[in-house]
């Protein structure tokens, strides 16, 4: 009797084993379904996207950097999205569908644009679309300073070098002028051209206060005398004259 109740036993077992295996391969945990969905599209290029903040060349994308995509859920679940990585930018997000139909999805831009121009992304899946990426030159910080000067006359300007008639400028022809930087940023300061002459100078200030700018001259001079010259620095001007001699 004993031996027909573990045959029994066994063969309910063997029956039993095969549907739990089934039953165990159909069962995923709740909220670990893939959700299914389509990108909106018209023709592979994505319908209603929104591109957020600005894109410069050689600056990092922040929080403000992302693109709006348009997909259509038909099936609830977990979503996983990322573009194609081009010009150093890739977009990407990691969430949930909690409901089907037209939704919008938030793709977070991330690195550091290579290089200005025009770029295609492409969304990844099945249905992938793409949409383009203008990014513009890095935008340049101008400092803001004053030439110190007396009623428009440039103060304490030092020539250097010998200004004569027929002689071009050379390396030593150069002119120090006093400036005063309220906050540090590029700049580019210049005269007019008077007698065949004229100086300038560009490059950052990278601090406040006080400071002695050198302007290279060039060209020759036409003409012996005296000749006023305006200087252009900022928003202001000044004077200052170039005694041009003979020998």
Same mark, same amino acid.
């Given at each position: 009797?004993?031996?027909?109740? $573990? ?17 165990? /391969? ?49 099936? +609830?679940? /977990?979503?996983? !999205? ?13 969430? /949930? ?20 121009? !025009?770029?295609? =992304? ?58 005063? +930087? ?15 002459? =004229? ?13 002695? +700018? ?27 004259? +170039?005694?041009?001699? $003979?020998?």
């Amino acid at each position: 009797m004993k031996k027909h109740q $573990s045959i029994l036993a066994a063969s309910v077992l063997l029956l039993t084993i095969p549907l739990l295996l089934s039953m165990c /391969k159909k069962y995923r945990p709740e909220g670990d379904e893939l959700a299914q969905y389509q990108f909106v599209n018209t023709a592979g290029i994505c319908s209603g996207t929104v591109i957020s903040g600005e894109y410069h060349a050689g600056i990092a994308l922040i929080a403000n950097n992302a693109i709006m995509v348009q997909v259509n859920v038909t099936k +609830v679940g /977990k979503y996983t !999205i990322a573009t194609t990585s081009l010009n150093n930018v890739q977009f990407s997000a990691v969430g /949930k569908f909690t409901s089907t139909g037209v939704q919008t999805v938030r793709l977070q831009g991330t690195g550091k644009p290579a290089a200005k121009g !025009i770029f295609a =992304y492409n969304t990844s899946g099945a249905s992938a679309c793409a949409f383009v990426l203008t990014v513009d030159e890095k935008s340049v910080d101008y400092a803001v300073y004053t030439v110190y000067e007396t009623y428009l006359v440039c103060q304490q300007p030092v020539l250097h070098g010998q200004f004569i008639k027929s002689v071009p400028l050379s390396t030593m022809n150069t002119a120090v002028f006093n400036i005063h +930087v309220v906050a540090p940023g590029a700049f580019a300061i210049f005269t007019d051209n008077v007698n065949g002459i =004229y100086f300038n100078a560009s490059g950052t200030f990278t601090a406040t206060g006080d400071q002695t +700018v050198i302007l290279h001259g060039f060209g020759t001079p036409a003409d012996t005398g005296n000749f006023n010259f305006n200087l252009h620095a900022g928003n202001g001007s000044c004077s200052f004259r +170039v005694s041009c001699t $003979s020998s």
